[in-house]
């Protein structure tokens, strides 16, 4: 999955100076959270919870600006 990522997102990326290691960051970055709800069920925003969607993406977007 993290392939995919890579060949996803690096050629949109204006910069590319450090592309990959950024793409990998936030790769770590969604699947903790990820990982996390699934292990503590109990956080705000939960998997099933489209505002933690959303603010993964917010997090990536703005990360990656």
Do not use: C
């Not at 999955?1 to 793409?23: D, H, T, Y």
Request: net charge positive; charged share 25%.
């Amino acid at each position: 999955i993290r392939a995919l990522w890579m060949a996803a997102i690096i050629p949109k990326l204006e910069n590319s100076q450090g592309a990959e290691e950024k793409v990998q960051f936030i790769y770590q970055l969604v699947n903790g959270a990820l990982i996390n709800d699934v292990l503590n069920p109990w956080h705000v925003y939960t998997t099933d919870d489209r505002r933690l969607h959303k603010e993964l993406v917010r997090m990536i977007l703005s990360y990656l600006k």
